[in-house]
């Protein structure tokens, strides 16, 4: 699995001289989505009252689908409006939700079945020897007879570190049974990703009950409503949920999917763009833990000020700034600009 480019959507929202900032990863036909019919709902809302102008959206999206491009369009305003109005209130985001801890463990997630054996090992190396993971987590799935090999370079890079592995839901559940028993026993792989597809849910709970701990299932990055989360746990299919804010509705959809989460009594753990994530994730109860994403890292570390640097494998807010902390560099976008 390899692409190209990836596509960010910044969206920022106003109230007097305050701005407030959200963004999501998608096409960039989200911004026409909200530039058009999402922009009516927003323009004279109470930017105190996220979760009001959240259910307006909704039903603004009603025959379009709320899945997909209008989830990830209203992630992106409803993160917006929440930085705003932290910033209207002059405080920081983690504070304003009310905070349960000051940092958040996140673990360095990339390891693309593209990369050459040394280029896998200096980025496991560096997230380990210089970041502080505790845990490291590497696609497989795509090419079989090269897992082994891939896992074996892993395990010997970081330590004690525990190894991850996403498969995107490239095998079949009789292929992730038998790989993901040899990958714990040989490997000591601790976590297994999307073997199926997350779609599969009796394929998902079939695999989970045939691998013991510490092997741990997860899935939930293509969460875009609380119906998708309630299904996934309903049917047992996971031992940890993830959720992406900036396609699962937002602040106040992350929030609503970890406590369903919790209610389940599973822990929770978001999936990629960590600089959005990180004042929301410390206000979540039962956290795992936030998915230190190679590529999303690279550029919220490029076009926003303020994008968190990691220390002894955790990142925590910057609270002497309001909002979520972050600024978007419009100077140094501009040459990636698309639309
Ligand atoms: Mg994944």
């Known amino acids: 699995m390899a692409w190209s480019a990836t596509t960010i959507i910044v969206v920022h929202v106003t109230a007097g001289d305050c701005v407030g900032l959200g963004y999501t990863y998608s096409d960039a036909s989200v911004a026409c989505l909200i530039e058009g019919a999402l922009k009516q709902v927003i323009v004279g809302s109470d930017p105190l009252s996220p979760a009001k102008l959240w259910d307006a959206l909704h039903a603004a999206v009603r025959n379009m689908g709320r899945a997909g491009i209008a989830a990830n369009a209203i992630s992106a305003v409803d993160t917006a ?6 910033k209207l209130l002059d405080l920081p985001l983690a504070v304003l939700l009310g905070a349960r801890r000051e940092s958040v463990e996140i673990y360095g997630s990339g390891g693309f079945t593209t990369y050459s054996d040394a280029q896998l090992e200096e980025q496991l190396r560096d997230w ?14 795509t090419d079989q007879a ?12 970081i330590g004690d570190a525990a190894l991850f592995m996403d498969a995107n839901g490239a095998l079949a559940v009789t292929q992730a049974i038998a790989f993901g028993r040899m990958a714990m026993e040989v490997h000591g792989v601790r976590w297994f990703e999307e073997p199926v597809s997350s779609d599969d849910l009796e394929g998902l709970a079939a695999i989970r009950a045939h691998l013991p701990a510490p092997m741990e299932l997860a899935a939930g990055e293509y969460i875009y409503d609380l119906d998708n989360a309630r299904t996934l746990l309903s049917h047992h299919a996971v031992d940890v949920l993830q959720a992406d804010l900036t396609r699962c509705g937002g602040v106040t959809g992350l929030l609503r999917v970890a406590d369903l989460a919790d209610s389940f009594h599973i822990p929770f753990s978001a999936h990629c763009a960590p600089a959005l994530h990180l004042h929301a994730l410390c206000a979540v109860r039962d956290l795992r833990h936030l998915e230190w994403f190679h590529d999303h890292v690279l550029i919220e570390q490029r076009l926003f000020d303020g994008a968190p640097v990691p220390g002894n494998g955790r990142i925590g807010p910057d609270l002497t700034r309001p909002g979520c902390g972050l600024t978007f560099k419009h100077a140094d976008a501009a040459p990636f600009a698309v639309s």
């Not at 409006?81 to 932290?86: I, R």
């Not at 020897?129 to 590497?138: F, L, Y």
């Not at 090269?146 to 890079?157: F, Y």
Request: aromatic share 4%; with cysteine.
């Open 81 to 86: 409006v929440w930085d705003l109005k932290a």
């Open 128 to 141: 380990v020897q210089r970041g502080g993971c505790r845990a490291v987590k590497i696609k497989v799935g």
């Open 146 to 157: 090269r897992d082994p090999h891939r896992l074996d370079i892993a395990r010997r890079v």
